[in-house]
């Protein structure tokens, strides 16, 4: 049996283990300088924690050595004992296991993958819905991981993009129509989606739709990609522009408020304003000194960037020079948001931090520490009639509920048992929705910070969205597939009144 290694495969699990660690930006810059986007690998056959997993075994393996070598001259100093070693080997899959049954990680034993504090109170109160075609409707045509999925405003059409790419590297986005009634009615189907292939003139190198964004009023739908290009489509799927100005993968684009400007963000460390009407570049901000990784507009002309420098810039289009400087995070910012009024502005990061920004002075006028790992997504309360209230979702497994006057944490949700990737509120601020690699999508009261519903899926929630209307819930999974859920009954028991 040959056992070689190549650095391709080598690549392939650390650019896995940052995507299922929760660094998505260092992920797609490890991706493309690596050369991963032209890998033939399938991940559909790579299990999540992979990478942990052959180094815990490597690790077995040594400690086997070491215990046998000591053995032989009557001494063992080490940690492990043979009958520790031999239960982490037997319960990973490979030749000890031929069965792959994974006793130990069932029981958070040695060889577990992910770990979880405990404590978590019982499920028995909510429902828990096993995610199927006769209770929802899953979408099925991507052959990657689907990152993202965003919602028409003013319609049930939903739009996917995924890291898969065909055999001439050329990314995919697509819009499905979704019918009024989920699930389907039996001898139904849904009507195929309008595919978006995102065309290259790089032969074989494969990219991946990194994020999309439906216009304010609904006619157009953007679209970013590895290749380092927007897209403005139609809803109707018409190809209008190619904006073509940055040099190196996009990870952020979003609309002003009236639809005229487009705003990007990429690992080429610079800010693009584009006209929409026309697709061209009005103006490019070269200020930061690591790539971009969040943008979001204050107004129709002033903005906020975060960047891997620490940094977030405060721009607006006609000025030459940034209004403000926020510095305090000491690690990557996963995201910023500015509130619905466009006063406070809310960032999170890699340092277990959330913070507070507000024009007026220089130092967070909040610093959210209760975290205690990476802090992945935020959200803001959108209802106006409620207490100013922003969510945050964490590696720690739990969302928190913050409330923004006084910067004291209102609830913990802590029934996830994984990495909470993905959180949204409901349009009218009453529930959220949170989406976990644990296979997760949970539904909350805002109010009360009870579980509602628990929906397990095939595999990661990578991102959660609700359409305008509050009747579906959207999810991209790590397994391919979206799911659109019905929150109101969702193959439950018990109907809800929501939206």
């Given at each position: ?7 391709e ?8 283990y ?13 991706g ?29 393996y ?6 046998l ?29 031929p ?21 978590k109170?019982s ?65 139904e ?34 679209t ?31 609309w ?59 721009c ?36 277990n ?42 590696f720690?497994?739990t ?51 009870s579980l ?48």
């Open positions: 049996m040959n056992n070689t290694v190549t650095s495969e080598v690549n392939y699990l650390v650019f896995r940052l995507q299922e660690s929760g660094y998505v930006h260092s992920a797609f810059a490890f493309y300088e690596s050369h991963i986007v032209k890998s033939n690998i399938d991940g559909s056959q790579i299990p999540p924690g992979a990478l942990l997993s052959f180094l815990q075994r490597g690790l077995s040594v400690a086997i050595e070491s215990t070598s000591d053995a032989a001259d009557g001494v063992n100093d080490g940690p492990v004992s043979l009958i520790d070693v031999h239960r982490a080997l037997v319960s990973q899959p490979g030749p000890y296991n069965q792959g049954e994974n006793d130990a990680q069932a029981e958070g034993g040695v060889g577990a993958v992910y770990s979880n504090d405990g404590g109170p499920e028995s109160a909510a429902e828990k819905i096993v995610v199927s075609d006769k209770n929802s409707l899953i979408l099925q045509g991507h052959t990657a991981d689907v990152y993202v999925c965003a919602w028409n405003p003013n319609k049930n059409l939903l739009a996917c993009g995924s890291g898969d790419s065909d055999a001439g590297g050329n990314a995919s986005a697509r819009i499905w129509s979704i019918p009024d009634s989920v699930p389907m009615k039996s001898g189907s849904v009507a195929s989606p309008t595919e978006l292939w995102h065309d290259q003139e790089s032969g074989n190198v494969r990219h991946s739709v990194t994020n999309l964004e439906w216009s304010p009023d609904g006619t157009k739908l953007a970013g990609c590895s290749d380092g290009m927007a897209r403005i489509w139609s809803e109707s799927g018409e190809l209008l522009h190619v904006l073509s100005h940055h040099k190196d993968p996009l990870f952020s684009l979003k002003n408020r009236k639809g005229e400007y487009l705003l990007s963000g990429g690992m080429d460390k610079t800010v693009v304003v584009w006209k929409a009407s026309h697709g061209r570049a009005l103006k490019q901000f070269c200020f930061h000194t690591g790539a971009v990784f969040w943008v979001d507009w204050k107004d129709d002309t002033t903005f906020a960037s975060c960047s891997s420098d620490k940094c977030i810039l405060v607006r289009y006609g000025e030459d020079e940034p209004l403000a400087t926020f510095t305090g995070h000491t690690d990557d910012m996963n995201m910023i948001q500015w509130d619905p009024s466009g006063k406070l502005l809310a960032s999170c990061s890699d340092d931090t959330a913070k507070i920004w507000s024009m007026g002075q220089s130092t967070p006028v909040h610093d959210l520490r209760e975290h205690k790992k990476e802090i992945l997504a935020e959200a803001w309360c959108p209802s106006s009639n409620k207490t100013l209230m922003l969510a945050t979702g964490s720690d497994t969302v928190k509920l913050w409330d923004v006057n006084t910067g004291q944490c209102l609830n913990t949700l802590n029934r996830h048992e994984d990495a909470v990737y993905s959180i949204a509120f409901s349009q009218d601020g009453n529930y959220i929705v949170s989406g976990s690699y644990d296979n997760t999508v949970r539904l909350w009261s805002v109010k009360s910070g509602i519903r628990t929906w397990q899926c095939d595999a990661g929630v990578i991102k959660t969205s609700w359409n305008a209307s509050d009747t579906f819930i959207a999810a991209g999974l790590t397994n391919s597939t979206a799911c659109v859920i019905d929150p109101r009954t969702g193959g439950g028991t018990t109907a809800m009144s929501i939206g």
